[in-house]
C-alpha cells in the first residue's frame, strides 16, 4: 500500500506502458508504467491499511474474532444497523460454518457478507474492494491459481513483520 493510494479500476484502457530499447546511449530496457483515469479510486489511511493487512491473513484461516474485530474497527460505527456483540456473533457462526465446509472466502465475499448483515462500511473500502475483484479476475485470465488475498497472505508470511502479525491474527 505505501502512500495508501489505490486505483480500483486497472485494465488495459487505464494503462500506459512505454518499453523503450536499443535506444542510442541507453544499456538494456526501460518500461515506463503509468496509471491513468484515478476516477475510482482514493487513498486509505495508514490504520485502515493495517487492518486491511490483518483482514486478508485473517480470511484464509477464518479467524472470526479477529475478522469480527477488524470489520467492525473500520465500519462506520454510529451507520451500523447491528450491535457490536450480534456482529460478532454471526462472524463466530459463519466462520465455523466456513471451516466446516473448509472453505475460506476473500475480502469481496466477506464484505458483501457483512453489509448485507448491517455492517456500513466506508466507501473507500467498498471502492477497494472492487479493485481487488477486477485484480482477481485479470489474475485468473492469466492463469494464475492465486487471488489478492493468497497473494496478501504470502508477502507477510515472508515479511519480517511475519511473527508480530501471526500473534495477533492467531
Not at 480470511?59 to 477488524?70: E, M, Q, R, S
Request: aromatic residues 8%.
Amino acid at each position: 500500500y505505501g502512500s495508501g493510494l489505490y486505483h480500483s479500476d486497472l485494465h488495459q484502457g487505464n494503462s500506459l506502458l512505454k518499453i523503450l530499447q536499443n535506444v542510442s546511449g541507453m544499456t538494456g530496457t526501460e518500461i515506463n508504467y503509468n496509471i491513468l483515469d484515478f476516477g475510482m479510486g482514493g487513498q486509505l489511511t495508514r490504520d485502515v491499511q493495517q487492518k486491511l493487512i490483518l483482514l486478508n491473513a485473517s480470511f484464509p484461516l477464518n479467524k472470526g474474532d479477529k475478522i469480527a474485530d477488524l470489520f467492525w474497527s473500520i465500519s462506520q460505527i454510529s451507520r451500523n444497523e447491528i450491535s457490536k456483540e450480534d456482529f460478532t456473533n454471526a462472524v463466530l457462526t459463519q466462520t465455523a460454518d466456513l471451516k466446516s465446509q473448509g472453505i475460506a472466502w476473500d475480502t469481496n465475499g466477506w464484505s458483501l457478507w457483512v453489509v448485507n448483515r448491517g455492517l456500513a462500511l466506508p466507501y473507500d473500502l467498498i471502492n477497494l474492494n472492487r479493485g481487488i475483484a477486477i485484480l482477481d479476475k485479470m489474475l485468473k485470465n492469466v492463469g494464475s491459481t492465486e487471488g489478492i488475498g493468497g497473494i496478501t497472505k504470502k508477502v507477510v508470511e515472508k515479511n519480517l513483520l511475519r511473527g508480530m502479525l501471526l500473534v495477533v491474527v492467531i
